[in-house]
């Protein structure tokens, strides 16, 4: 791995994936993001992992995708490269992600801290879908779950003018879970990830999926899928554990089967 740094136990049951291009303010180039995905792909399959944490450092999350690979593409370049693929396989994955953000996310930034499943931002973060600046729009997701997050109006100002959201601002409108101190962020998505990781991994993926189906299609079906997730729970281990527990008065112990 050239630009990103792994570290699989960071913590007990989390792993943390730290950008590393700090020159280019972690600018998301396609090598970037193929380590990425193969790092996230392998902490998936890796049963001592339960909670992802992926962050850059205090001055930039990620400032944007590496303009300098797109500039003289055409249209036909783009949809060879495919470089969405990637996304696609990134949002894929079942555990549980938490962006910890400080300083830039944008662009592509912003939409890979979106692809995550919960951000803590310092009081520093600034978000963002500039591309109309350079003539382009957003392409990995910034259109869609940046609307569901914030809604349609504030969506459609950021997106049209370029304008930035402060990590106040962002915690006003639902984007991101919280705001510390720009030397805590990391600490605080530890905490966080801890929290999840002490949790059943069967369910916490389960619920994972039925929280991303909600997104994906209407209330009736939505309930029938978050149904179905819930019965599949009684099939495991877990809940045996984590039920016995709650009726014995002490901790579970969950073995994520």
């Not at 193969?38 to 850059?56: F, S």
Request: net charge negative.
């Amino acid at each position: 791995m050239e630009f990103i740094l792994v570290t699989p136990q960071a913590r007990p049951h989390v792993a943390l994936i730290q950008l590393n291009r700090p020159k280019e303010l972690n600018a998301l180039n396609l090598q970037l993001m193929g380590e990425l995905r193969d790092a996230l792909k392998e902490l998936d399959e890796n049963d001592e992992v339960r909670a992802i944490i992926i962050t850059g450092n205090e001055r930039a999350f990620a400032a944007g995708a590496d303009i300098k690979q797109m500039a003289g593409k055409t249209a036909i370049d783009m949809l060879n490269i495919d470089q969405f693929s990637t996304w696609d396989q990134i949002r894929k994955t079942k555990k549980p992600i938490i962006a910890a953000v400080s300083g830039f996310a944008l662009g592509g930034g912003c939409e890979l801290a979106m692809t995550c499943d919960m951000i803590v931002a310092s009081e520093t973060a600034q978000f963002g879908q500039p591309e109309i600046k350079i003539g382009v729009m957003p392409g990995a997701g910034g259109t869609q779950r940046l609307t569901k997050a914030i809604g349609k109006a504030k969506a459609m100002e950021m997106v049209l003018t370029g304008k930035f959201m402060s990590a106040d601002e962002a915690e006003k409108h639902g984007l991101i879970n919280r705001v510390v101190p720009v030397e805590l962020y990391l600490e605080e998505a530890f905490k966080l990830a801890g929290d999840v990781a002490q949790m059943s991994p069967v369910a916490a993926k389960l619920a994972k999926e039925s929280v991303n189906r909600s997104f994906e299609t209407n209330l009736d079906e939505g309930l029938h899928f978050e149904r179905k997730n819930f019965y599949l729970c009684f099939a495991s281990e877990d809940q045996t554990e984590g039920m016995n527990a709650f009726v014995e008065k002490r901790k579970p112990e969950f073995k994520g089967r």
